[in-house]
T-cell receptor, first 117, second 111 residues
Framework: GAVVSQHPSRVICKSGTSVKIECRSLDFQATTMFWYRQFPKQSLMLMATSNEGSKATYEQGVEKDKFLINHASLTLSTLTVTSAHPEDSSFYIC?????????????FGSGTRLTVV | DAKTTQPPSMDCAEGRAANLPCNHSTISGNEYVYWYRQIHSQGPQYIIHGLKNNETNEMASLIITEDRKSSTLILPHATLRDTAVYYCIVRTNQAGTALIFGKGTTLSVSS
């Protein structure tokens, strides 16, 4: 089955620094990847849609200059949280859609717990 | 706007069937019903999806009403490991369409 690997699983960083989160599709090519954020006891909130070779599409209210998304290949998308602040502490999750399917069970990564101190 | 309505929580005894309802009264003809679950501090896991026919796989069964305005996810023999938040989502099969999560149902399975 389709597997998505997300790394790191946990990261602690200091305020003002940047953190990069990687999302890899291990056994399929993903033309589209999605990034979500989840605060404690809340549901997943879609942040952006990442398309290979083009700019990401951000949801309303998500700062594109703060959350940099790069989808340079069909198997890798990265999310960089720039100048992180404590309020950016959250659970970040990526999801990938196989490139040859329009009706498929999306596969999710295991998530990254970001703590900004 | 929420496209689906689910009860916030449900309890189930281990070994019994868990029946999780979902209302999607405004579903369009080209929208599928998807079910995912999220165990604490993990990414969501795909369970099952369907358009209008009932579906069954190794994890669960999906029963969709004839008018497609509601559905029920059935876990035939719930175990403690099935304790999770269950999300019912409707979406089209258009490529590149993201899954939009509602609040889901927290299922607690106890022994």
């Amino acid at each position: 089955g389709a597997v998505v690997s997300q790394h790191p699983s946990r990261v602690i960083c200091k305020s003002g620094t940047s953190v990069k989160i990687e999302c890899r599709s291990l056994d399929f090519q993903a033309t589209t990847m999605f990034w979500y954020r989840q605060f404690p006891k809340q549901s997943l909130m879609l942040m952006a849609t990442s398309n290979e070779g083009s700019k990401a599409t951000y949801e309303q209210g998500v700062e594109k200059d703060k959350f940099l998304i790069n989808h340079a290949s069909l198997t890798l998308s990265t999310l960089t949280v720039t100048s992180a602040h404590p309020e950016d502490s959250s659970f970040y999750i990526c999801s990938a859609l196989p490139g040859n399917s329009t009706n498929y069970g999306y596969t999710f990564g295991s998530g990254t717990r970001l703590t900004v101190v | 706007d929420a496209k689906t309505t689910q009860p916030p929580s449900m309890d189930c005894a281990e070994g019994r069937a868990a029946n999780l309802p979902c209302n999607h009264s405004t579903i369009s003809g080209n929208e599928y019903v998807y079910w995912y679950r999220q165990i604490h501090s993990q990414g969501p896991q795909y369970i099952i999806h369907g358009l209008k026919n009932n579906e069954t796989n190794e994890m669960a069964s999906l029963i969709i009403t004839e008018d497609r305005k509601s559905s029920t996810l059935i876990l035939p023999h719930a175990t403690l490991r099935d304790t999770a938040v269950y999300y019912c989502i409707v979406r089209t099969n258009q490529a590149g369409t993201a899954l939009i999560f509602g609040k889901g149902t927290t299922l607690s399975v106890s022994s």
